[in-house]
């Protein structure tokens, strides 16, 4: 199904680490080899030296399923949070008084390292090329792609008209959106979706100004530039056009935040209709187009099932068509072909998915026929549609390839790559009878390259190479692929990013990365942010533990529900091999992770604190057992598959108590926390790291820091702008080389300079 921009309403969107994927450089090397055990940090000294502030206490006696828990924090949670979302200012003064409180003892902490993290700043500025520009799609007589203006915060989406007999541009261009116009005096700005029309005379987009992620939906005609609807401002940024360039079918969320119906309007606005309303809280809804778009497609779906009706798309006032009913465990995916349909799914005990087709006529499950068989241990990962071809994405033992099937003569064939570690992406673009596809290829040292690939004459031509400004050269960087040996005898793969001069005798400082959750899977790529670490000596690693799906959908089942606390032990396991191995030691390590990442971090420093020197925990899922029993929460009941229902279930809550990194906070030494949020976040509300950093600042037994950073104008992605993101990335960086004990003689010499 075509999603181009799509909003994905999960704790899944990974902040500071997936946030910026353009470019990256070396800098000259900044080399500290001195364990945070043997450095005397001055900085960490000055730092608890300072008043932290200390939260008023207000305990409540929660009794449920049998268990009864006090929480002296609960308070924090305004009563009208859903207000909240939507309207910042409303929030309580009492509340509003402890954030403020936690963010000016933050930047007492860090105060020394602003000139450090405005160095680092510049660096990963540096490193992206401002006036960048996507490699332009083609779709009739126009070429369609987004770009960047030197200094600009946010994208333009543009157009230029091309040659129909050769393809090459034949105008000028045409700015449909200008985003940095659009923020205009906005402090947060996201685009949802944005989709031209089908005659190419009008520009649909979506836009969130409070990071609520609730959208507004405009109009705009592109001749005149004029705006001529705005349909809602309760979309979850999600729609797309039928075929008579009339109609647009887009997505609402309700006051808890959920997608759940589907509407049908004009451009033009007037009355919405109601098309699908979703009654099962556990279900999300979402819309798109098939790969031929020919039809309109819309997906309701919980985490372990789903279903999809379809409606043709050249009868906009037509009755969606239902292809499967939802089945308990049974998930597929559609992809529309010439003369059938192809799902990627799960049914039939396919673990790791397979691939079957149907006749469009009759698609439903009966007709079912199985095209690629299932392979135990080989994700079927993504499938894509064309007029003659069927490519899929696959993933094997944490590595992932493409492969390229012929309809007419059945012979596939495999796109080969050679690194030890790498990343692939793929996109058939808006045109669909074409021997064209486009796939990117990154590895943690080598900077994305975007080539189109003739599938017919299987010749790749090189279309874009990542362009890094300040220079970059991938061998100043070593990347490695190591097995950890898990708790229970499995092997954890780990990605391993570090500067050539390094030494890898147990003396550098680690950063571990981690996520382990919902099947997402990080990818080995490029990313410009942690070049700032390897660069000062310090080993970027990457844990793709159980809960993702880097091994296999098996490996997802294996790290979640009653089975979740492997995910937290396979981070703690790759801790301890990467110090057996050399590439740091137990102690000098800082876990980053977000969102549920967050929540992984909080509980691996729970399960071995002192493995670790510091913590990041950003925007983290960290009080599972209040989220998981309270069902108004967007993302409460949808979630009941991933971490069970503590509600109703006593072995539920068991499990999830063992692990709940609010619940668990002991009185013994923790290493140094850093968390943030994001005041308008409905994924996970603001609430949830102001009350951890709470907590553990009373319980800890030692004197390391416990900071707290509340964007009071963002959501869950933070800062919206391109740079305004990276500041935060700088304040991460800071913290974890403070912590680490690689800031101070940097600070230093800033200073002396």
Request: with cysteine; glycine share 8%.
């Amino acid at each position: 199904m075509k999603h181009r921009l799509s909003t994905t309403m999960l704790r899944g969107v990974v902040t500071g680490f997936a946030a910026v994927t353009l470019a990256a450089c070396s800098q000259e090397t900044s080399m500290n080899s001195e364990t945070p055990q043997t450095a005397s940090s001055a900085l960490i000294e000055r730092a608890r030296g300072l008043e932290a502030p200390q939260v008023e206490q207000r305990p409540v006696t929660i009794e449920q399923v049998g268990f009864t828990r006090v929480d002296e924090f609960q308070w924090i949670k305004d009563e009208n949070w859903q207000q909240v979302m939507r309207e910042p200012e409303a929030l309580q003064e009492d509340i509003r008084a402890v954030l403020d409180a936690e963010n000016s003892y933050l930047d007492a902490v860090m105060e020394p390292t602003e000139a450090l993290q405005e160095r680092i700043f510049q660096e990963i500025r540096g490193r992206i090329k401002e006036d960048d520009s996507s490699v332009p799609q083609p779709h009739g007589n126009y070429e369609y792609f987004t770009r960047y203006r030197e200094g600009g915060q946010y994208p333009v989406f543009s157009r230029r008209p091309i040659d129909p007999e050769t393809g090459e541009p034949a105008g000028e261009e045409e700015i449909l959106i200008d985003g940095d116009a659009e923020a205009g005096d906005f402090d947060y700005l996201d685009f949802g979706n944005v989709e031209h029309s089908p005659n190419h005379e009008f520009v649909a987009y979506a836009v969130d100004t409070r990071g609520s992620e609730y959208y507004e939906i405009i109009i705009r005609e592109v001749a005149t530039g004029a705006v001529i609807a705005t349909l809602t401002d309760e979309s979850t940024g999600d729609f797309v056009w039928a075929n008579d360039s009339s109609t647009l079918y887009w997505v609402w969320r309700d006051d808890n935040g959920r997608s759940k119906r589907v509407y049908r309007q004009n451009r033009n606005g007037g009355t919405s209709e109601l098309i699908y309303d979703e009654e099962d809280p556990g279900f999300f809804v979402s819309v798109g187009s098939s790969d031929g778009e020919n039809y309109i497609v819309i997906n309701a779906g919980g985490h372990t099932s789903n279903e999809i009706r379809v409606i043709d798309a050249a009868d906009p006032a037509g009755e969606p068509t239902l292809i499967a009913a939802r089945e308990e465990g049974v998930e597929y995916y559609l992809t529309e072909a010439t003369d059938r349909f192809y799902f990627r799914t799960n049914a039939d005990g396919a673990v790791d998915f397979k691939i079957v087709s149907a006749p469009l006529d009759n698609p439903g499950r009966e007709n079912w026929e199985d095209f690629v068989a299932h392979r135990p241990g080989v994700l079927v990962n993504g499938v894509i549609g064309f007029e003659d071809w069927l490519v899929r994405s696959e993933r094997e033992n944490a590595l992932p390839r493409i492969v390229v099937h012929e309809y007419a003569t059945g012979e596939e064939h495999e796109i080969a790559f050679e690194e030890e570690a790498y990343s692939l992406g793929m996109s058939g673009g808006y045109e669909f009878a074409v021997d064209r596809l486009r796939f990117s290829y990154e590895s943690p040292s080598t900077p994305e390259e975007t080539y189109d690939y003739n599938m017919r004459s299987r010749e790749r031509v090189l279309r874009k190479r990542q362009e890094v400004p300040s220079g970059h050269n991938p061998d100043d960087y070593v990347v490695r692929r190591i097995m950890a040996p898990g708790h229970d005898g499995v092997e954890i793969p780990v990605t391993i990013l570090h500067h050539r001069d390094t030494p890898i005798d147990g003396s550098a400082p680690l950063m571990l990365y981690g996520y382990g959750s919902y099947g997402i899977t990080i990818p080995a790529s490029f990313r410009v942010t942690p070049l700032s670490l390897a660069d000062r000596g310090m080993v970027y690693a990457i844990a793709h533990i159980r809960g993702s799906m880097a091994r296999g959908y098996q490996w997802y089942l294996d790290g979640k529900l009653e089975l979740k606390m492997n995910t937290f032990r396979d981070f703690v396991s790759a801790g301890e091999a990467l110090a057996a191995e050399g590439y740091t030691s137990r102690g000098n390590i800082v876990a980053y992770g977000g969102s549920a990442g967050g929540l992984l971090v909080g509980a691996a420093v729970n399960l071995q604190p002192d493995l670790f020197a510091g913590a990041i925990a950003a925007v983290p899922f960290v009080d599972v057992i209040n989220t998981m029993s309270d069902a108004e929460l967007p993302l409460t009941p949808p979630e009941w598959p991933e971490w069970g229902n503590p509600i109703e279930s006593a072995e539920d809550y068991q499990t999830m108590i063992e692990y709940s990194p609010y619940d668990q906070i002991t009185e013994t030494a923790y290493p140094h926390i850093l968390a943030t949020g994001g005041l308008t976040d409905p994924r996970v509300t603001y609430w949830e790291p102001t009350k951890y950093v709470a907590r553990m600042r009373d319980r800890r037994t030692d004197d390391g820091l416990t900071l707290l950073k509340m964007n009071m104008g963002a959501g869950h992605g933070g800062a919206s702008g391109r740079f305004d993101s990276l500041r935060e990335t700088a304040l991460n960086w800071a913290f974890a080389l403070m912590v680490t004990g690689l800031a101070d003689g940097e600070v230093e010499d800033i200073a002396a300079e």
